[in-house]
C-alpha cells in the first residue's frame, strides 16, 4: 500500500481553561492517519504544543489496528498522561475512532 492509499480520521473536543493550546486552537484535534487494507495506524498527530506530547501519542497508536478498538490504547494514555486537558485529548481521540467507524460502515 502507497501513502496514496491512506485514509485521515480526525477528531475534535473543547479544552478545558488554562491550557495554552486553548488560546491557539479552541479544540484539541487528533487525527489518525490509517492503512484502510489492514485497518492499521501509520501516524497519529495532533494540536498539542509540543512535538513531545504528538510523538507520545503517536508512540501509544502507530501500528495499531483499530478493527480491535481503542480501549486499551485509551487506558494506556491515560495511565501515562498527567496534564491538563486530558479528559478533551480521549475525547478527540474517541472521535477520531468514530470516524473511522463512520468510513468502514460506509465501505460496506
Do not use: W
Not at 1 to 24: E, F, Q, V
Not at 25 to 43: A, L, N, R
Not at 47 to 73: K, P, R, V, W, Y
Amino acid at each position: 500500500m502507497g501513502k496514496s492509499d491512506t485514509i485521515i480520521c480526525t477528531g475534535y473536543s473543547r479544552l478545558p481553561d488554562g491550557m495554552a493550546a486553548k488560546n491557539l486552537y479552541g479544540v484539541m484535534g487528533v487525527g489518525f492517519e490509517v492503512d484502510p487494507s489492514t485497518d492499521e495506524i501509520i501516524k497519529t498527530s495532533s494540536t498539542f504544543i509540543t512535538n513531545m506530547c504528538t510523538d507520545f501519542l503517536n508512540s501509544i497508536f502507530e501500528g495499531h489496528s483499530l478493527a480491535q478498538g481503542i480501549e486499551e490504547q485509551v487506558e494506556i494514555f491515560e495511565s501515562r498522561y498527567f496534564g491538563l486537558g486530558k479528559k478533551a485529548i480521549v475525547m478527540a481521540i474517541k472521535d477520531a475512532y468514530n470516524q473511522y467507524l463512520i468510513y468502514t460502515s460506509m465501505k460496506k
